[in-house]
Every structure is written in structure tokens, then in C-alpha cells.
């Protein structure tokens, strides 16, 4: 079993950053590949950014070069930082973390979540 909490969004203006964060308890969180999924406005939920166990990541291509994925094991934690933030990003982003992974961004193959944080950008 894993817990994980999100904190870290907020509102910014368009071309702004953001830092989200996810705390993770319980389980040995090195095992786990993490990930961020967002749901916006009317729309499904998606795959944002992940990383493996090796430290490997994946980008979904709408936010490649501008969020960059990490992780610190020893602080079982997991971060997001979002540079250039476009209102299109606006929506409520999770925290996932899922063992034996393999195709990164699919949601189904992630087994324990966080509650979301919200980030709103304003054009």
C-alpha cells in the first residue's frame, strides 16, 4: 500500500512556473514507477510526465520542454516542475504510483493515486 499527497498548485499567469510535489508513504517507494496525470476541463484524464525505477522518464508531447519530471527516493518524494505554463495546462493534476509498469503513461497500469492539486493559468 502506498499514500501519496500532492501540494503545490496554485494559480499563475500564462508563461509562469509551477513546482508540484507528492509525498509518498507507506510501501518501499523506490519500487514504484511514478507518474503525474492531469484531468482538464471536460476532458479525460492523461498521462503528463513519469519515471521509472532506473530514473528513466517519459513526456507526453504537449509538455515536452517545458515540465521536467524528478524524483528523490531517499525523501520518497516526486516533483513536476512546470515552466511556461499555458492556459491549456490548467486543470487538476495527480500523483500515481504504480509497480512493474509498462507503458508509462497509461493510467491503468498505475495503482495508487493522490487526491490532485489544482493549477490554473490565466492568458
Known amino acids: 500500500q502506498v499514500q501519496l499527497v500532492e501540494s503545490g498548485g496554485g494559480s499563475v499567469q500564462a508563461g509562469g512556473s509551477l513546482r508540484l510535489s507528492c509525498v509518498a508513504s507507506?510501501?518501499?517507494?523506490?519500487?514504484?514507477?511514478m507518474a503525474w496525470f492531469r484531468q482538464r476541463p471536460g476532458k479525460e484524464r492523461e498521462g503528463v510526465a513519469s519515471?521509472?525505477?532506473?530514473?528513466?522518464?517519459s513526456y507526453a508531447d504537449s509538455v515536452k520542454g517545458r515540465f521536467t519530471v524528478s524524483r528523490d527516493n531517499s525523501k520518497n518524494t516526486l516533483h513536476l516542475q512546470m515552466n511556461n505554463l499555458k492556459p491549456e495546462d490548467t486543470g487538476t493534476y495527480y500523483c500515481?504510483?504504480?509497480?512493474?509498469?509498462?507503458?508509462?503513461?497509461?493510467?491503468?497500469?498505475?495503482?495508487?493515486w493522490g487526491a490532485g492539486t489544482q493549477v490554473t493559468v490565466s492568458s
Open positions: 519515471i521509472a525505477t532506473d530514473g528513466s522518464s
Open positions: 507507506g510501501d518501499r517507494y523506490s519500487r514504484y514507477s
Open positions: 500515481a504510483a504504480g509497480y512493474l509498469v509498462a507503458d508509462h503513461l497509461r493510467q491503468l497500469e498505475y495503482n495508487y
